[in-house]
């Protein structure tokens, strides 16, 4: 894919800004080398965007950053927590506790969430902190169930 056929600034949503904005002050602070092997620009809602390859996100947001730099301090704030939010937003497993406290497994593939949603529980039962149950939710920012509760369960962590 060529940088012709991607967005310009203006076309991105707020979160794929907030998504240039988290990648390069990850290079600024990390130098871009380990900003692009370990908090390389996830991209969430331009179909453009959230096709490319690693290494051609991270360029991407490198490109885009004369357009970054003319945002105010507010609108930065609020674009970079944006970001930071979307992925616990859209995922849709998790595991809930016995004293109510809730984890999203933002840290895996989409396909992968269910079986990382067993593993935290499991390890919560190794760290003194039993009872702890996998939960799903049928759509991004829903309501959590114990999983099984849903046809979107079949498959997971039911």
């Known amino acids: 894919m060529t940088t012709t056929t991607l967005p310009a600034w203006i076309h991105l949503?707020?979160?794929?800004?907030?998504?240039?904005?988290?990648?390069l002050?990850?290079?600024?602070w990390e130098g871009a080398q380990y900003a692009i092997e370990e908090y390389p620009a996830r991209f969430f809602d331009h179909p453009a965007l959230t096709d490319l390859e690693?290494?051609?996100?991270c360029?991407?947001?490198?490109?885009?950053?004369?357009?970054?730099?003319i945002l105010d301090q507010t609108e930065r704030t609020r674009l970079y927590e944006l970001a930071c939010d979307e992925p616990?937003?859209?995922c849709l497993w998790g595991?809930?506790?016995?004293?109510?406290y809730l984890a999203v497994v933002t840290y895996y593939e989409p396909s992968r969430?269910?079986?990382?949603?067993?593993?935290?529980?499991?390890?919560?039962a190794e760290l003194d902190r039993p009872g702890g149950v996998?939960?799903?939710?049928?759509?991004?920012?829903?309501?959590?169930?114990?999983?099984g509760g849903c046809d979107g369960c079949k498959g997971g962590a039911a």
């Open 134 to 147: 996998v939960v799903h939710r049928s759509a991004p920012g829903g309501d959590w169930h114990e999983a």
């Open 88 to 90: 616990a937003r859209r």
């Open 95 to 100: 595991a809930r506790g016995a004293d109510g």
């Open 13 to 23: 949503s707020d979160v794929d800004k907030g998504a240039v904005l988290l990648h």
């Open 59 to 69: 360029a991407f947001a490198v490109s885009m950053r004369a357009f970054a730099n």
């Open 113 to 124: 969430q269910p079986e990382g949603a067993r593993e935290l529980v499991a390890s919560w």
């Open 25 to 28: 002050h990850k290079r600024e």
């Open 54 to 57: 690693r290494r051609e996100a």
